[in-house]
């Protein structure tokens, strides 16, 4: 219908228009209208209800009170289930959560056992209060997860901690597989078996944020089985600021982790590598992050490509500062490889290249030992069946054997500036020879142990 007023050409239509009476004109515009009110009274009724049912049941309080596990509304101050058994109580709401395509689930303070994996769905955000709401493994779970998704998009998993058991074997915290655009934030998984985070199965565009790990038999962290899935091929993930604390493994690895980011990370005395990245983990950028005491290499890369390490600090490992075995393509630039090898025999390099190494460019790095640990042997070496890799612009001090040896076909190595007594300064010593912590060992581990198990649950 068009909005044009078409007026009346004649006089006696202009008279008709000038005695029109305006209350006339709006009451019967009113009348021709009220058709409708009923209309939007009735589909406004329906969308209240529809918003009071739907986004309300949508979003969930579950709290401990004694030996129950309870479960509410947000919105409404009725039980929907209370029972002893956590994980039932939790599945439980997840399931509604499922059948309405998404929510929120709140866990309040207090210790959750959890007998049987809690499986979330997509679109569902699962949150704790902090450290405090501790999702601890029970004895009797036989699948030794806490968290899993399969197959799932859009979840979030915060403010929480998920915690193993001694008698849990082959346990993990959490456990993402062919998922993807999930995020793990401010989380804390402790003393699984087998990892604190387990990315497996072609899951894609996640983000782990701010996560810490401690005390995990094979890795803080473990991305694996990248390739080709459902949301496309080599798939990136991000693993950013995150913090592994004593880990019995690895601090971070990659078995088969296709174009991983990692970013601020922070590694203190694993047991194994601080980061292990192997078995085709390609394109993977490690940058801004630190390895600090760690029992093998700092940064260990196995038959890996693509591999980009720069401006990082890899101090006081006990093996060598990185290690690269069969890697093609690569740069590890501007960072610093300190106190390589730390206390103990036989001595280590700062950078190691060996196994058919090639086109890898080591560049600007310090590489340096302070004169309370032992010297380098080698500052950087490069074995004979390596080639075409060039070794310039590094800075390297306190060695007992050659600041650089470069063996490979067709490498280049100069412009290094290598000097090798330590030097006196600056200032005194880190840590004098006769520091009752220090003497005949590389490090301390028995204060971060104390306050890992003040901590734990």
Known sequence: MS??????????????????????????????????????????????KTVNTDSHSCDFI???????TIAKSS????VI???????????HIVEIVKEKKGGEIRLGTGVYE?????????????????????????PLNQEGIILKVSQGESIVISDLTCQGIPEGKDSNGIVIEDSGDCEIRNVHSRDFDG???????????????????SANKRAGILIKEGGRGRGGDWMPNLILGCTSIAEQGHGMELDFAICTNITGCQIFQPKGHGFYIHSESNSTCISGSRVYQGHQNGIMVENSHELNVSSNIICWNRKNGIELNHVVWGTVSANEFIDNGARVEPKANGIYLHTDTKSVQITANAIFNWHGHLP????????????NNQITHNTINYLTEQGVVSQGKNSIAGNNLVVEKFYPHPGAKPFPDDAPDFVGESFNSERIEAFLKLTRR
């Not at 990892?195 to 790990?213: A, D, E, P, W, Y």
């Open 62 to 68: 579950i709290h401990k009170k004694g030996d129950q």
């Open 75 to 78: 919105y409404e101050d009725k």
């Open 81 to 91: 289930i209370s029972d002893q058994n956590s994980s039932k109580v939790i599945n």
């Open 3 to 48: 909005n044009e007023l078409i007026l009346p050409s004649t006089r006696q239509g202009e008279e008709k228009m000038n005695n029109f009476n305006r209350r006339d004109f709006f009451g019967s515009v009113a009348g021709s209208l009220a058709f409708l009110v009923p209309m939007i009274s009735h589909d406004n009724h329906q969308l209240q």
């Open 376 to 387: 380098m042997c080698h500052g950087i070496y490069e074995a004979e069946n390596c080639e």
């Open 114 to 138: 959890i007998d049987s994996p809690i499986h979330l769905p997509s679109l569902v955000s699962l949150r704790g209060r902090g450290r405090n709401t501790i999702l601890k493994l029970s």
């Open 195 to 213: 990892c604190g985070l387990m990315l497996r199965g072609n899951s894609f565009m996640n983000k782990i944020i701010n996560l810490t790990t």
